[in-house]
């Protein structure tokens, strides 16, 4: 059995990081502080504060979601440790959705982090996670920064595979308007067309969501990998 336990679908590339892990596991669980308006005979949302997940009671939960039984197989394997397990984040906001710099720290570092954890001590052997193609830790830009540190609070915690996806500007269907990223995407979508500068010019949140997944299902080394908005693009054709 192989099961996928993914935070952040409410975003863009999340929606369709979703839609592409219901095709391809056995099972998919999603975890938010709320249920998305979506049913699917392989999918268990779990809700709550992503903050304490880590004291979840997530065998409880995903029986709520299970009054039939149809989901006790699912929950045997992952606690006899016999269920492989990959683990995806594309959680993200910006620092104005998020009204401060701190609060912004909590949800792209913090709840990051967090939900890494959670997936280790379920048995999460791999670990697949959206950045951003400016992150550094030692960067002056705080969001470059913040993206920095939780890669690299990411590779302390030991996962067999570690992929740190790193897309330049997203193009799709956003749920809020923001008038840079319109700007950018005006300016720069010429080079999608023109298909030139791979690393810099604009990718699909859906071709995202295939590099995330392929990578997940191809990779068997223990590494840690950076993989560029690019490599995206050749990897989700």
């Known amino acids: 059995m192989v099961v996928a336990l993914v935070s952040g679908t409410s975003g863009m590339v999340g929606m369709q990081l979703l839609h592409q892990l219901l095709s391809s596991y056995d099972y998919v669980i999603s975890v938010g502080r709320r249920k998305l308006a979506i049913k699917h005979q392989n999918l268990v949302q779990l809700e709550g504060d992503l903050s304490q997940v880590n004291s979840w009671d997530w065998e409880h939960l995903l029986v709520l979601d299970s009054l039939g039984g149809e989901f006790n197989s699912l929950k045997e394997n992952i606690v006899e440790k016999k269920a492989e397990i990959h683990a995806f984040s594309s959680l993200g906001t910006t620092i104005k ?52 540190k939780t890669e690299n609070d ?27 990223e319109q700007i950018a995407t005006i300016v720069m979508k010429p080079l999608v067309w023109l298909k030139l500068f791979k690393n810099i010019r604009p990718i699909y949140d859906y071709q995202v969501a295939k590099a995330l997944v392929r990578t997940a299902l191809s990779k068997n080394s223990n590494s840690v990998e950076i993989i560029s908005s690019g490599e995206m693009q050749d990897i989700s054709k």
Do not use: C, M
């Not at 915690?157 to 500007?169: C, Q, V």
């Open 154 to 180: 990411l590779k302390d915690l030991g996962f067999e595979y570690l992929g740190l996806f790193r897309p330049s500007l997203l193009l799709g269907n956003r749920s809020e308007f923001r008038l840079g």
């Open 97 to 148: 959705q998020a009204g401060s710099k701190e609060r912004f720290f909590q949800i792209d570092h913090d709840l990051v982090i967090e939900f890494a954890k959670w997936a280790k001590d379920l048995g999460a052997t791999k670990f697949l996670y959206v950045s951003s193609s400016g992150a550094d830790a030692k960067s002056s830009i705080f969001y470059s920064q913040t993206k920095g």
